[in-house]
């Protein structure tokens, strides 16, 4: 069974910092690309960040350039993101993503984890 399961969210004051984790169990870990995205009400789902577990490249959205840094721990299966300088707009349900780099296999999607920045 594949599974995506992030976790780590919380309620944090303006400024704070939470780590999100998202744990991949069921597929291979190494054909994929992980990444974060996150949806506030009302507002369309955005991409965050992304590591590639192949060499270990990243991408950030310009809003989190920073202050937010993804990891990844290959023999855990498990990326992080280490959200620092927290702001309320960075308020959102966060979801992790498996992009696999063959566009043969399909992508997956955990749950989700709330964010919430109180100002």
């Known amino acids: 069974e594949v599974q995506l399961q992030a976790s780590g969210g919380g309620l944090v004051q303006a400024g704070g910092s939470l780590r999100l984790s998202c744990a991949a169990s069921g597929f291979t870990f190494d054909d994929y690309a992980i990444g974060w995205f996150r949806q506030a009400p009302g507002k369309e789902r955005e991409g965050v960040s992304c590591i590639s577990s192949s060499d270990g490249s990243t991408y950030y959205a310009d809003s989190v350039k920073g202050r937010f840094t993804i990891s990844s721990d290959n023999a855990k299966n498990t990326v992080y993101l280490q959200m620092n300088s927290l702001k309320p707009e960075d308020t959102a349900v966060y979801y992790c993503?498996?992009?696999?780099?063959?566009?043969?296999?399909?992508?997956?999607w955990g749950q989700g984890t709330q964010v919430t920045v109180s100002s």
């Open positions: 993503n498996a992009k696999p780099y063959d566009s043969r296999l399909p992508s997956y």
